[in-house]
């Protein structure tokens, strides 16, 4: 079918020619789309606002040959510019949309999409702390993805727990037998907190503690930069100086 509809949140877009954009798409049932937006970029274009990153949009569009064609989009949530105006959400959210875009390169899971709109509603009303939403959203789609970190049993040999030697390369918590020497020790709160973030148990999480907050947000972020490889290049700016 050339033409189709979805719900899709909008990831990142990247301009075309004079007038264009590529934008790229998580789509609710066909997964991650890349589409082009003809003429968004000029100010009498009827919905370029609804098509910059961080909104959620009801998008038809046609389908193409390499690239499909943006026909319409009506805005379902539009939190782009709260999230634009304050750095931290700003950078928080690029970290998610990045994340999104790199653990949907194929099929579509609509736990994704639910999930990236989830957070980023919550980032823009600033429902929670912007380190415990991303970190959150990071931890729960690296799970719905098949690389949940071990945070009970040890990762490595599976004994079970508690331990508290959380090391990225090994996958996440690792008993004394399989801690490589120097590695750092978690306190055991940290590690509550990170389970709590991994459930979206927010009653838990929104009196915890600021330092332990942080820890466990270094630790979220260390893994999955290792786990992804390349990394996520917004990540080190999240929290930056501004």
């Not at 991650?32 to 009801?58: I, N, Q, Y």
């Not at 949309?97 to 994704?112: F, I, K, S, T, V």
């Not at 972020?221 to 992804?228: G, H, I, K």
């Amino acid at each position: 079918m050339p033409t189709y509809r979805d719900e899709a949140v909008v990831l990142r877009t990247h301009k075309l020619g004079e007038a264009d954009r590529i934008v790229t798409l998580l789509s609710r049932r066909h997964g991650k789309v890349r589409a082009v937006a003809k003429g968004v970029r000029r100010t009498s274009s009827k919905f370029g606002a609804r098509l910059e990153p961080f909104m959620v949009v009801d998008v038809q569009l046609y389908a193409g040959r390499s690239l499909d064609i943006v026909q319409q989009a009506d805005s379902l949530g539009a939190y782009g510019a709260d999230i634009a105006a304050d750095y931290d959400r700003y950078t928080a959210a690029s970290a998610m949309a990045e994340a999104a875009d790199r653990l949907n390169e194929a099929g579509a899971e609509p736990q994704h999409y639910f999930l990236l709109v989830g957070a980023l509603r919550a980032l823009s009303r600033a429902e929670h702390p912007t380190p415990a939403i991303m970190s959150s959203y990071l931890l729960r789609a690296m799970s719905l993805s098949g690389w949940a970190p071990a945070l009970d049993d040890c990762a490595r040999c599976g004994a079970p727990g508690p331990h508290d030697a959380f090391v990225s390369q090994l996958g996440g918590i690792v008993c004394a037998s399989c801690a490589p020497t120097g590695s750092a020790r978690v306190p055991r709160r940290t590690l509550d907190l990170m389970r709590a973030l991994r459930a979206g148990e927010w009653d838990v999480v929104d009196v915890a503690d600021q330092r332990e907050l942080d820890a466990a947000s270094g630790l979220v972020s260390a893994y999955v930069q290792w786990t992804l490889e390349r990394g996520l290049r917004a990540l080190p700016h999240v929290g930056g100086k501004r």
